[in-house]
């Protein structure tokens, strides 16, 4: 770790190209949470204060946006009612519903408190609006598995009653929805090295997903409503946030493009209600992240070859490193794929929206990993990069890595 003071680590930042940093707000003014069902998740402000980072990032000239996370995991383990619910009736314990108004009431407090009360932020960076049963973006280990393609292409969520209350108010077929959403999730989730086959053998390519569509067309009107859910909660945001201050800028958190679509995240559709996306590349550490979900279906039924279970992966992401689950988790997604990613994401909003690259930059993540993907990010068509330190896991010399590389892609990149 840089032992280093917080004004000397900006100026390091500011000196390595940086020019803006994000940061989170521990404290709170109650004043803004009164009359909320949600009681104050408050808790001690520690040195530096906001304020105090402000002022220190005005003297080195480097700008300050502030993340919220729309999606509290305190909030759906203590208050089920909140959490979003799959079509089984089984509540998330990680993830609250953004259709939930008590959750958007103290999101948009939480909104108010800052900017009212912080004149200097220049943006508002959203943690990822989205529905989906657990934290998509680091798969925990002890999620049951599913078997893919069928638990991404039919999310099982979120069927709680404010969702409910939505669909029909779209006027949806509700009801041929949870039906065939519930055939599928209890198929996905019917594992075994036969029912593994069933789609091993079925999904040999691309084209396989749209005979599926045609089979359940109502699928397609699940995925979509689900993305209306997400657009709906960022206008809301949106409204609040310009109302206090329309210089404020509201950046929102995306998974790339390949699976964004699966937890409600549009890219065309929704770009109207944010002023740039930062697409997350765990790129080196999606591996260690996404191989749980491939591991939990092993887990049901040991004899399913490992090598299978990843081929099918790599036909529906276009993975393209080794087939064994260690390689997988070691290596991530190679550098190339922010390249392709960054480019489904800037066909999809146009030439002119703004495109933030957000690049992990903890181990096992080098100096090279980054710069890499850097590179790639540049010639997709990125407007900028953002470094994930990981909650001060990242390393002095990545650090490095990143403010360098992102120095000289100021200029033109040169093929
Ligand atoms: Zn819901």
Not at 25 to 31: K, Q, S
Not at 113 to 125: F, G, K, Q, R, V
Not at 237 to 242: A, G, S
Request: proline share 6%; with cysteine; hydrophobic share 35%.
């Amino acid at each position: 770790m840089v032992q280093a003071g917080y004004r000397e680590t900006l100026k390091f930042y500011a000196d390595c190209g940086a020019t803006s940093i994000v940061v989170s707000y521990e404290g709170a003014h109650p004043e803004y949470y009164e009359g909320l069902k949600l009681p104050l998740l408050q808790r001690e402000e520690t040195k530096p204060t906001l304020k105090e980072i402000c002022e220190m990032a005005e003297e080195v000239g480097v700008e300050v946006e502030v993340v919220i996370d729309p999606k509290n995991s305190i909030f759906a383990s203590k208050f089920p009612e909140t959490a979003i619910t799959d079509v089984l009736g089984n509540k998330s314990k990680f993830v609250p519903c953004p259709s939930n108004p008590d959750i958007m009431a103290y999101t948009k407090a939480r909104i108010r408190d800052i900017l009212e009360n912080y004149e200097s932020i220049m943006a508002i960076e959203l943690d990822g609006v989205y529905i989906d049963m657990h934290q998509r973006m680091t798969n925990r280990r002890v999620e049951k598995g599913a078997l893919y393609p069928l638990h991404h292409l039919v999310p099982e969520s979120c069927f709680c009653k404010h969702c409910r209350r939505l669909a029909e108010e779209e006027g949806l077929n509700l009801k041929r929805i949870e039906e065939t959403v519930k055939e599928i999730t209890l198929r996905s989730l019917n594992i075994s090295l036969d029912s593994f086959h069933q789609v091993y053998d079925t999904f040999t390519g691309g084209y396989d997903i749209v005979r599926f569509m045609l089979d359940h067309p109502e699928v397609l009107d699940w995925l979509e409503f689900r993305c209306k859910l997400v657009a709906r909660s960022l206008e809301a945001i949106r409204e609040v946030v310009k109302s206090i201050d329309p210089k404020v800028k509201i950046f929102h958190d995306m998974l790339p493009p390949i699976w964004a679509w699966s937890m409600g995240q549009d890219y065309a559709g929704q770009k109207h209600l944010c002023d740039g996306y930062k697409i997350i590349f765990f790129n080196k550490r999606t591996g260690s992240y996404e191989v749980n979900p491939l591991m939990a279906i092993k887990d049901e039924d040991p004899e399913i070859p490992d090598s299978e279970i990843m081929e099918l992966f790599k036909r529906l992401t276009g993975y393209q490193g080794g087939l064994s689950f260690a390689e997988f988790s070691q290596q991530g997604f190679p550098p190339i794929n922010v390249y392709y990613e960054l480019r489904k994401a800037r066909v999809e909003v146009g030439s002119d929206y703004f495109l933030i690259a957000g690049i992990v930059g903890d181990q096992p993540a080098t100096p090279n990993d980054v710069e890499e993907a850097i590179t790639m990010a540049a010639k997709g068509g990125a407007d900028g990069f953002c470094l994930h330190t990981w909650y001060g896991r990242t390393t002095p010399s990545n650090y490095a890595a990143f403010g360098n590389k992102g120095r000289e892609l100021a200029k033109p990149i040169q093929e």
